[in-house]
Protein backbone atom coordinates (compact mmCIF):
# COMPACT_ATOMS: atom_id res chain seq x y z
CA UNK A 1 0.00 0.00 0.00
CA UNK A 2 1.52 3.43 -1.32
CA UNK A 3 1.38 6.58 1.54
CA UNK A 4 1.53 9.45 0.09
CA UNK A 5 2.88 12.58 2.51
CA UNK A 6 1.27 15.75 2.50
CA UNK A 7 3.04 19.36 1.97
CA UNK A 8 2.20 20.19 5.51
CA UNK A 9 4.68 18.36 7.61
CA UNK A 10 7.14 19.47 4.99
CA UNK A 11 6.91 23.08 5.36
CA UNK A 12 6.99 22.39 9.18
CA UNK A 13 10.59 20.53 8.69
CA UNK A 14 11.90 23.76 6.98
CA UNK A 15 10.40 26.15 9.12
CA UNK A 16 12.22 24.40 12.08
CA UNK A 17 15.85 24.45 10.11
CA UNK A 18 15.25 28.40 8.90
CA UNK A 19 15.00 28.82 13.19
CA UNK A 20 17.88 27.08 13.84
CA UNK A 21 20.07 28.94 11.50
CA UNK A 22 18.70 32.37 12.82
CA UNK A 23 19.52 31.24 16.00
CA UNK A 24 22.88 30.03 15.67
CA UNK A 25 23.51 33.62 13.73
CA UNK A 26 22.30 35.73 16.82
CA UNK A 27 24.93 33.81 19.47
CA UNK A 28 27.85 33.76 16.29
CA UNK A 29 27.62 37.38 15.88
CA UNK A 30 27.92 39.06 18.90
CA UNK A 31 31.22 36.99 19.38
CA UNK A 32 32.48 38.27 15.68
CA UNK A 33 32.29 41.97 16.78
CA UNK A 34 33.59 41.58 20.04
CA UNK A 35 36.48 44.40 20.66
CA UNK A 36 38.23 43.07 23.77
CA UNK A 37 39.00 45.31 27.01
CA UNK A 38 39.07 48.94 26.43
CA UNK A 39 42.25 50.58 25.81
CA UNK A 40 43.73 53.51 27.75
CA UNK A 41 43.06 56.94 25.68
CA UNK A 42 46.64 57.50 23.28
CA UNK A 43 48.65 60.32 25.54
CA UNK A 44 50.81 62.35 23.46
CA UNK A 45 54.31 64.06 25.24
CA UNK A 46 56.15 66.89 23.82
CA UNK A 47 59.50 66.43 22.71
CA UNK A 48 62.55 68.33 24.52
CA UNK A 49 62.73 71.84 24.60
CA UNK A 50 66.18 71.66 22.76
CA UNK A 51 68.49 73.04 21.97
CA UNK A 52 68.66 74.56 25.66
CA UNK A 53 71.46 76.76 26.23
CA UNK A 54 72.47 78.64 29.16
CA UNK A 55 74.63 81.84 29.67
CA UNK A 56 76.08 83.90 33.12
CA UNK A 57 76.77 87.49 32.74
CA UNK A 58 77.26 89.40 35.73
CA UNK A 59 74.67 87.74 38.69
CA UNK A 60 72.50 86.50 36.03
CA UNK A 61 71.97 83.48 34.23
CA UNK A 62 70.37 83.82 30.59
CA UNK A 63 68.59 80.20 29.79
CA UNK A 64 67.60 79.70 26.06
CA UNK A 65 65.24 77.03 24.36
CA UNK A 66 63.00 76.20 21.26
CA UNK A 67 59.51 75.85 21.91
CA UNK A 68 58.46 72.24 20.73
CA UNK A 69 57.00 71.91 17.21
CA UNK A 70 56.22 68.10 17.64
CA UNK A 71 56.07 65.61 20.11
CA UNK A 72 58.34 63.39 21.36
CA UNK A 73 56.61 60.40 18.94
CA UNK A 74 57.12 62.75 15.72
CA UNK A 75 53.29 63.88 15.05
CA UNK A 76 52.57 67.38 15.19
CA UNK A 77 51.33 69.19 16.66
CA UNK A 78 52.97 69.34 19.99
CA UNK A 79 50.59 68.88 22.75
CA UNK A 80 52.40 71.85 24.97
CA UNK A 81 50.61 73.79 27.32
CA UNK A 82 53.64 75.05 28.66
CA UNK A 83 57.84 74.90 29.13
CA UNK A 84 59.03 74.92 32.58
CA UNK A 85 62.59 75.76 33.48
CA UNK A 86 64.18 74.25 36.85
CA UNK A 87 67.32 74.67 38.41
CA UNK A 88 69.34 73.04 41.22
CA UNK A 89 72.32 73.61 43.18
CA UNK A 90 73.67 71.02 44.29
CA UNK A 91 73.73 66.82 43.21
CA UNK A 92 70.56 65.87 41.81
CA UNK A 93 69.70 62.10 41.82
CA UNK A 94 68.31 62.32 38.67
CA UNK A 95 65.82 64.63 36.68
CA UNK A 96 62.59 63.97 38.82
CA UNK A 97 65.11 65.83 41.85
CA UNK A 98 64.81 69.17 39.63
CA UNK A 99 60.80 68.87 40.00
CA UNK A 100 60.37 67.79 43.40
CA UNK A 101 63.11 69.24 45.24
CA UNK A 102 64.77 71.92 42.34
CA UNK A 103 63.73 75.81 42.08
CA UNK A 104 61.09 76.50 38.93
CA UNK A 105 62.62 79.36 37.53
CA UNK A 106 60.39 80.20 34.59
CA UNK A 107 56.51 78.59 33.34
CA UNK A 108 56.31 80.00 30.11
CA UNK A 109 53.25 79.44 28.59
CA UNK A 110 52.53 77.91 24.92
CA UNK A 111 49.30 78.47 22.90
CA UNK A 112 47.84 76.24 20.56
CA UNK A 113 48.68 76.72 16.52
CA UNK A 114 45.90 78.90 14.57
CA UNK A 115 43.06 76.87 13.49
CA UNK A 116 43.32 76.71 9.46
CA UNK A 117 41.31 78.73 7.62
CA UNK A 118 37.47 77.61 6.98
CA UNK A 119 36.27 77.97 3.35
CA UNK A 120 33.05 80.32 3.93
CA UNK A 121 29.59 78.82 3.04
CA UNK A 122 28.89 79.53 -0.90
CA UNK A 123 26.17 81.77 -1.21
CA UNK A 124 25.73 79.69 -4.83
CA UNK A 125 26.85 76.47 -6.04
CA UNK A 126 30.31 76.85 -5.79
CA UNK A 127 32.60 78.68 -2.93
CA UNK A 128 34.58 81.47 -3.88
CA UNK A 129 38.73 81.14 -4.43
CA UNK A 130 40.47 80.48 -1.25
CA UNK A 131 42.38 83.81 -1.83
CA UNK A 132 38.94 85.15 -1.88
CA UNK A 133 38.25 83.91 1.97
CA UNK A 134 38.62 86.53 4.29
CA UNK A 135 42.04 86.85 6.64
CA UNK A 136 41.98 85.53 10.02
CA UNK A 137 42.33 88.46 12.59
CA UNK A 138 46.17 88.86 13.69
CA UNK A 139 47.68 86.88 16.76
CA UNK A 140 49.08 89.16 19.32
CA UNK A 141 52.60 89.52 20.24
CA UNK A 142 53.92 86.13 22.04
CA UNK A 143 54.44 86.83 25.32
CA UNK A 144 54.26 86.01 29.05
CA UNK A 145 50.28 87.41 28.80
CA UNK A 146 49.48 86.07 25.23
CA UNK A 147 51.45 82.68 25.34
CA UNK A 148 54.14 81.69 22.55
CA UNK A 149 54.16 79.90 19.62
CA UNK A 150 55.39 76.36 18.34
CA UNK A 151 59.05 77.10 17.44
CA UNK A 152 59.45 80.08 19.00
CA UNK A 153 63.30 80.92 20.70
CA UNK A 154 62.65 81.53 24.31
CA UNK A 155 65.27 82.94 26.60
CA UNK A 156 64.51 83.25 30.42
CA UNK A 157 66.72 84.81 33.16
CA UNK A 158 67.45 83.74 36.75
CA UNK A 159 69.14 86.11 39.33
CA UNK A 160 71.92 84.79 40.71
CA UNK A 161 71.16 85.36 45.33
CA UNK A 162 71.87 83.84 48.24
CA UNK A 163 68.94 81.20 47.30
CA UNK A 164 70.76 80.35 44.11
CA UNK A 165 73.77 79.80 45.97
CA UNK A 166 72.73 77.49 48.45
CA UNK A 167 73.58 74.21 47.68
CA UNK A 168 70.33 71.45 48.20
CA UNK A 169 71.38 68.69 50.68
CA UNK A 170 71.30 65.12 49.42
CA UNK A 171 68.43 63.44 50.97
CA UNK A 172 69.38 60.52 53.38
CA UNK A 173 68.46 56.92 52.63
CA UNK A 174 66.18 55.30 56.07
CA UNK A 175 68.42 54.05 58.63
CA UNK A 176 71.17 56.01 57.01
CA UNK A 177 73.78 58.30 59.26
CA UNK A 178 73.95 61.90 58.53
CA UNK A 179 77.11 63.12 57.32
CA UNK A 180 78.72 66.15 56.02
CA UNK A 181 78.30 66.74 52.53
CA UNK A 182 81.71 67.64 51.39
CA UNK A 183 82.08 71.15 49.57
CA UNK A 184 82.08 71.66 45.98
CA UNK A 185 85.64 73.23 44.88
CA UNK A 186 83.40 75.34 42.76
CA UNK A 187 80.00 75.38 43.57
CA UNK A 188 77.67 74.50 40.37
CA UNK A 189 74.14 74.73 39.48
CA UNK A 190 71.85 72.81 36.97
CA UNK A 191 69.51 73.66 34.90
CA UNK A 192 66.61 72.09 32.57
CA UNK A 193 63.93 72.41 30.64
CA UNK A 194 60.66 70.57 29.99
CA UNK A 195 57.38 70.72 27.94
CA UNK A 196 54.27 69.82 29.91
CA UNK A 197 51.06 69.20 28.15
CA UNK A 198 47.88 70.10 28.75
CA UNK A 199 46.97 67.13 30.81
CA UNK A 200 49.98 68.61 33.13
CA UNK A 201 52.16 65.46 32.09
CA UNK A 202 55.76 66.07 31.92
CA UNK A 203 57.86 65.24 28.37
CA UNK A 204 61.28 63.99 28.59
CA UNK A 205 63.68 67.38 29.75
CA UNK A 206 66.15 68.63 27.65
CA UNK A 207 70.34 67.93 28.57
CA UNK A 208 71.35 69.56 31.54
CA UNK A 209 73.09 73.01 31.23
CA UNK A 210 75.90 73.34 34.43
CA UNK A 211 76.91 76.99 35.33
CA UNK A 212 79.62 77.87 37.53
CA UNK A 213 78.18 80.22 40.91
CA UNK A 214 82.13 81.56 41.66
CA UNK A 215 82.01 85.24 41.19
CA UNK A 216 82.45 86.83 38.19
CA UNK A 217 85.37 88.49 37.08
CA UNK A 218 85.80 92.47 37.88
CA UNK A 219 84.82 94.72 34.51
CA UNK A 220 86.56 96.66 32.51
CA UNK A 221 86.71 100.18 32.89
CA UNK A 222 86.31 103.60 30.83
CA UNK A 223 85.40 101.67 27.17
CA UNK A 224 85.25 104.50 24.55
CA UNK A 225 84.70 104.42 20.47
CA UNK A 226 86.52 106.42 18.05
CA UNK A 227 86.14 105.67 13.66
CA UNK A 228 87.39 106.47 10.54
CA UNK A 229 86.00 105.65 7.41
CA UNK A 230 86.94 102.47 7.25
CA UNK A 231 86.40 101.41 11.00
CA UNK A 232 85.87 101.90 14.10
CA UNK A 233 88.00 101.05 17.35
CA UNK A 234 86.98 100.54 20.65
CA UNK A 235 88.98 100.83 23.64
CA UNK A 236 89.07 100.10 27.58
CA UNK A 237 90.68 99.95 30.68
CA UNK A 238 91.79 95.94 31.86
CA UNK A 239 90.88 95.24 35.68
CA UNK A 240 94.15 93.65 36.90
CA UNK A 241 92.90 89.97 37.16
CA UNK A 242 91.10 90.23 33.50
CA UNK A 243 92.52 87.57 31.19
CA UNK A 244 89.84 87.74 28.34
CA UNK A 245 87.34 90.00 26.79
CA UNK A 246 84.32 90.02 24.87
CA UNK A 247 82.50 92.72 22.91
CA UNK A 248 78.91 93.02 22.01
CA UNK A 249 77.15 95.41 19.98
CA UNK A 250 73.60 96.20 22.14
CA UNK A 251 70.34 98.62 21.05
CA UNK A 252 70.83 102.39 21.83
CA UNK A 253 69.37 102.95 25.49
CA UNK A 254 66.18 104.18 24.34
CA UNK A 255 65.11 100.84 23.10
CA UNK A 256 66.51 98.40 25.49
CA UNK A 257 68.92 98.33 28.48
CA UNK A 258 71.99 96.83 27.33
CA UNK A 259 72.98 95.67 31.07
CA UNK A 260 69.49 93.88 32.14
CA UNK A 261 67.57 92.76 29.36
CA UNK A 262 64.04 91.79 29.65
CA UNK A 263 63.62 88.42 32.02
CA UNK A 264 61.45 86.62 29.08
CA UNK A 265 61.56 87.63 25.28
CA UNK A 266 61.66 86.58 21.97
CA UNK A 267 65.43 87.71 21.55
CA UNK A 268 68.19 85.23 21.03
CA UNK A 269 71.16 85.16 23.48
CA UNK A 270 73.31 87.78 21.70
CA UNK A 271 76.69 86.81 20.44
CA UNK A 272 80.20 88.47 20.53
CA UNK A 273 80.89 90.90 17.77
CA UNK A 274 84.82 89.13 18.47
CA UNK A 275 84.98 85.86 16.54
CA UNK A 276 87.14 84.23 20.24
CA UNK A 277 88.04 86.32 23.25
CA UNK A 278 89.92 88.94 22.78
CA UNK A 279 93.05 88.99 24.89
CA UNK A 280 92.85 92.45 25.71
CA UNK A 281 92.06 96.64 23.23
CA UNK A 282 91.95 97.59 20.92
CA UNK A 283 88.34 95.65 18.98
CA UNK A 284 88.28 97.02 15.62
CA UNK A 285 84.94 96.51 13.71
CA UNK A 286 84.86 97.70 10.24
CA UNK A 287 81.13 97.98 9.94
CA UNK A 288 80.94 101.14 9.56
CA UNK A 289 77.72 102.36 8.36
CA UNK A 290 77.55 106.28 8.33
CA UNK A 291 74.05 107.55 10.10
CA UNK A 292 73.66 104.71 11.86
CA UNK A 293 74.62 104.23 16.02
CA UNK A 294 76.39 101.97 17.20
CA UNK A 295 76.71 100.81 20.95
CA UNK A 296 79.02 98.27 22.76
CA UNK A 297 79.46 96.72 25.82
CA UNK A 298 82.24 95.04 27.02
CA UNK A 299 82.34 91.86 29.38
CA UNK A 300 85.75 90.55 31.34
CA UNK A 301 85.71 86.75 30.50
CA UNK A 302 86.82 84.11 33.31
CA UNK A 303 86.81 80.58 32.00
CA UNK A 304 86.56 77.74 34.41
CA UNK A 305 87.06 74.22 32.67
CA UNK A 306 84.67 74.44 30.09
CA UNK A 307 82.51 77.23 31.46
CA UNK A 308 83.19 80.65 30.41
CA UNK A 309 81.61 83.47 33.38
CA UNK A 310 81.36 87.33 32.23
CA UNK A 311 81.54 90.27 34.11
CA UNK A 312 79.29 93.14 34.56
CA UNK A 313 78.81 95.13 30.74
CA UNK A 314 80.74 97.89 30.76
CA UNK A 315 79.28 100.67 28.77
CA UNK A 316 80.45 102.32 26.16
CA UNK A 317 79.09 105.79 24.68
CA UNK A 318 77.36 105.38 21.66
CA UNK A 319 78.59 106.71 18.09
CA UNK A 320 76.77 107.49 15.07
CA UNK A 321 79.64 107.97 12.58
CA UNK A 322 79.12 111.31 10.16
CA UNK A 323 81.10 111.14 7.32
CA UNK A 324 83.45 113.98 6.78
CA UNK A 325 86.04 112.01 4.82
CA UNK A 326 86.33 113.31 1.90
CA UNK A 327 87.71 111.35 -1.40
CA UNK A 328 91.09 110.74 -2.90
CA UNK A 329 91.61 112.62 -5.75
CA UNK A 330 91.61 111.80 -8.90
CA UNK A 331 94.53 109.95 -10.48
CA UNK A 332 96.58 110.22 -13.69
CA UNK A 333 94.61 113.19 -15.56
CA UNK A 334 95.32 113.91 -19.49
CA UNK A 335 94.83 116.28 -21.62
CA UNK A 336 94.59 116.09 -25.80
CA UNK A 337 94.01 118.69 -27.82
CA UNK A 338 92.14 118.90 -30.79
CA UNK A 339 90.68 121.21 -33.62
CA UNK A 340 87.87 123.49 -31.22
CA UNK A 341 87.94 121.51 -28.32
CA UNK A 342 90.40 119.65 -25.41
CA UNK A 343 89.62 115.92 -23.87
CA UNK A 344 90.64 115.32 -20.65
CA UNK A 345 90.77 111.39 -19.34
CA UNK A 346 91.62 110.38 -15.65
CA UNK A 347 91.67 107.45 -13.90
CA UNK A 348 88.11 106.43 -11.58
CA UNK A 349 88.00 107.06 -8.24
CA UNK A 350 87.12 103.20 -5.79
CA UNK A 351 85.39 104.91 -3.08
CA UNK A 352 81.96 103.02 -2.67
CA UNK A 353 80.04 106.62 -1.99
CA UNK A 354 81.46 108.23 -4.74
CA UNK A 355 78.67 110.61 -6.18
CA UNK A 356 80.93 111.82 -9.36
CA UNK A 357 83.99 114.46 -10.54
CA UNK A 358 84.08 118.32 -10.76
CA UNK A 359 86.30 119.13 -13.71
CA UNK A 360 87.86 122.86 -13.13
CA UNK A 361 89.59 124.98 -16.38
CA UNK A 362 92.15 128.09 -15.83
CA UNK A 363 92.55 130.49 -18.80
CA UNK A 364 96.56 131.18 -18.46
CA UNK A 365 98.90 132.96 -17.64
CA UNK A 366 96.72 134.46 -14.70
CA UNK A 367 93.39 132.79 -14.71
CA UNK A 368 91.62 131.57 -11.32
CA UNK A 369 90.39 127.90 -11.40
CA UNK A 370 86.46 127.73 -12.38
CA UNK A 371 84.02 125.11 -12.55
CA UNK A 372 83.57 123.96 -15.83
CA UNK A 373 80.43 121.08 -15.02
CA UNK A 374 77.87 122.50 -12.25
CA UNK A 375 77.37 119.26 -10.78
CA UNK A 376 79.81 116.13 -10.34
CA UNK A 377 79.14 114.22 -13.46
CA UNK A 378 80.00 110.24 -13.47
CA UNK A 379 82.15 109.56 -16.46
CA UNK A 380 86.04 109.82 -16.42
CA UNK A 381 86.45 111.75 -19.70
CA UNK A 382 84.93 115.36 -20.30
CA UNK A 383 85.41 117.22 -23.77
CA UNK A 384 85.88 120.96 -23.44
CA UNK A 385 84.34 122.41 -26.28
CA UNK A 386 84.42 126.27 -24.90
CA UNK A 387 87.90 126.96 -26.00
CA UNK A 388 89.47 129.66 -28.16
CA UNK A 389 91.75 128.49 -30.90
CA UNK A 390 95.40 129.20 -29.62
CA UNK A 391 94.50 129.50 -26.48
CA UNK A 392 96.18 128.05 -23.48
CA UNK A 393 94.32 126.21 -20.21
CA UNK A 394 94.80 124.45 -17.17
CA UNK A 395 92.71 122.04 -16.14
CA UNK A 396 92.10 119.79 -12.64
CA UNK A 397 89.88 117.20 -11.53
CA UNK A 398 88.42 116.58 -7.74
CA UNK A 399 86.04 113.75 -6.60
CA UNK A 400 82.62 114.54 -4.78
CA UNK A 401 81.18 111.91 -2.19
CA UNK A 402 77.39 111.44 -1.39
CA UNK A 403 77.64 113.36 1.66
CA UNK A 404 78.96 116.35 -0.27
CA UNK A 405 82.47 115.88 0.86
CA UNK A 406 85.29 117.16 -1.76
CA UNK A 407 88.53 115.77 -2.20
CA UNK A 408 91.71 116.82 -3.18
CA UNK A 409 92.37 118.32 -6.83
CA UNK A 410 93.93 115.93 -9.08
CA UNK A 411 97.34 116.78 -11.23
CA UNK A 412 97.17 119.22 -13.03
CA UNK A 413 97.78 119.54 -16.53
CA UNK A 414 98.11 121.97 -19.96
CA UNK A 415 96.55 121.96 -23.30
CA UNK A 416 95.53 124.18 -26.11
CA UNK A 417 93.36 124.20 -28.61
CA UNK A 418 94.23 123.89 -32.34
Same mark, same amino acid.
Given at each position: ???????????????????????????????????? /????????????????????????????????????? $???????????????? $?????????????????????????????????????? $????????????????????????????????????????????????? +?????????? /???????????????????????????????????? /?????????????????????????????????????????? +??????????????? $??????????????????????????????????????????????????????????????????????????????????????????????????????????????????????? +????????????????????
Amino acid at each position: MTHQTTGRPRRASIAWRLAIVAALAAVIAPACGKKG /PPRPPLVRLPARPEPFEARRQGQVVYLQFQVPAANAD $GTTPADVERVEVYGFT $GQPAGTEDFFKRGTLVASVPVRRPPEPVQAPKPKGKTP $GRPETWPAPPPRPAPSMQNGFDHGDVVVVAEAIGDAQLAELPIPLKPGA +AAAPAPKPST /PIRFYVAVGVNRKRQKGAASGRQVVSLVPPPAAPAD /PSVSYTETALTLTWTPAAESAAFNVYEVPPPATADAKTPAPV +ATWRLPAPVNAKPLA $GPPFVDPRVSFGTPRCYVVRAVTTIGAQSIESEAATAPCVTPVDTFPPAAPAALTAIGSAGAIGLIWEANREADLAGYLVLRAQLPAGDFVPLTPAPIAQTTFNDTTVAAGARYAYVVL +AVDAAGNRGARSNRVEESAR
